[in-house]
Nanobody, 124 residues
Framework: QVQLVESGGGSVQVGGSLTLSCAAS??????????MGWYRQAPGKQREMVAV???????NYADSVKGRFTISRDNAKNTVYLQMNSLKPEDTAVYYC????????????????WGQGTLVTVSS
């Protein structure tokens, strides 16, 4: 089975920093992953895109995080990271890792998959 495992969530003060990581794994060898990214959902709000990176390195960021968050990938490790700086209370949410079009042993195995979610809390 293919799965995404997230880590790095926690509680920080306003203005602080935090780094999230998400690793894809499978019983078979992963050949490639199209896009990997991060989404978040605050209480009473819809899930929103935070940052996404394609396999070729193209990135997209939500306007609310531009200049503060940085997404990166290590394709050899099938891992995506989110470096979050200058955190604000409105960044408080459950952050979910996402990946689409995962190929295992050269064949497409998963079209879209989500991690378990990790809570980020920013307080004064």
């Amino acid at each position: 089975q293919v799965q995404l495992v997230e880590s790095g969530g926690g509680s920080v003060q306003v203005g602080g920093s935090l780094t999230l990581s998400c690793a894809a794994s499978s019983s078979g060898s992963i050949s490639s992953i199209n896009s990997m990214g991060w989404y978040r959902q605050a209480p009473g709000k819809q899930r929103e895109m935070v940052a996404v990176m394609s396999s070729g390195g193209k990135t997209n960021y939500a306007d609310s995080v531009k200049g503060r968050f940085t997404i990166s990938r290590d394709n050899a490790k099938n891992t995506v990271y989110l470096q979050m700086n200058s955190l604000k209370p409105e960044d408080t949410a459950v952050y979910y890792c996402n990946a689409d079009r995962i190929y295992v042993r050269g064949y497409i195995s998963v079209l879209d998959i989500w991690g378990q979610g990790t809570l980020v809390t920013v307080s004064s």
